[in-house]
Each structure stands twice: as structure tokens, then as C-alpha cells.
């Protein structure tokens, strides 16, 4: 199985700028996919930004232009740079990973990190 665990998360004001990271553990063959979904209060979990393993990258078209998603295969972590956030950005953030472990292929998710933008 694959633990996923999100840090960076915090209260920022209208403007600033976050980072998020995401480290991958436990037995796992690679990994493939990488990416970031939110979840609002009241709302369905959407995508953020995925980033595949040779470092190609696509986003939500809410973000694009303001976040960043990168990540260090050597250290198994995905990263989320937000810049210029703004109070809709106001979400529980996940972590997601496509995974090949001994079991097969399957999606991974972390715990979720708290991201309030105030106004």
C-alpha cells in the first residue's frame, strides 16, 4: 500500500502564496500520476493540477497562470506552489498518486490539508 501525506497547508491573506507538499511512503513499485484535487465546503472534489512522471503538467483552468505543481522523484513528493491566491481558493487540499504496487495499479489519496484565504 502507499501513504500519501500532505503538509504546507494554512491561513494566508488574499494575495499570497502557499506551498503545498506531498510525500509518497510504503511499498510501491513507481509511481506514475501525480496531482492535487480541493474540496470546498458544500462542493464535489475537483482537480487542481496533475503532473505525470516525466514532469508534464496540466491544470484547472481556475488556477492556470497562479499555481504550480512540480515533483522530486527521488524523494517521492509532489508539490503545489500557490501564488496570488484568492478567497475561492479556500478548500481541503488532497494529494493523489497512481501507484503499481505489488497488488496492481490503483489510485492513492492523502489526508487532506486545510488552505483559508481570507479576504
Known amino acids: 500500500q502507499v501513504q500519501l501525506v500532505e503538509s504546507g497547508g494554512g491561513l494566508v491573506q488574499a494575495g499570497g502564496s502557499l506551498r503545498l507538499s506531498c510525500a509518497a511512503s510504503?511499498?510501491?513499485?513507481?509511481?506514475?500520476?501525480m496531482g492535487w484535487y480541493r474540496q470546498a465546503p458544500g462542493k464535489q472534489r475537483d482537480v487542481v493540477a496533475h503532473?505525470?512522471?516525466?514532469?508534464?503538467?496540466n491544470y484547472a483552468e481556475s488556477v492556470k497562470g497562479r499555481f504550480t505543481i512540480s515533483r522530486d522523484n527521488a524523494k517521492n513528493t509532489v508539490y503545489l506552489e500557490m501564488n496570488t491566491l484568492k478567497p475561492g481558493d479556500t478548500a481541503v487540499y488532497y494529494c493523489?498518486?497512481?501507484?503499481?504496487?505489488?497488488?496492481?495499479?490503483?489510485?492513492?489519496w492523502g489526508q487532506g490539508t486545510q488552505v483559508t484565504v481570507s479576504s
Open positions: 510504503g511499498s510501491f513499485f513507481s509511481i506514475n500520476d
Open positions: 493523489y498518486a497512481d501507484a503499481v504496487t505489488l497488488t496492481g495499479r490503483n489510485d492513492y
Open positions: 503532473i505525470s512522471a516525466s514532469g508534464s503538467s
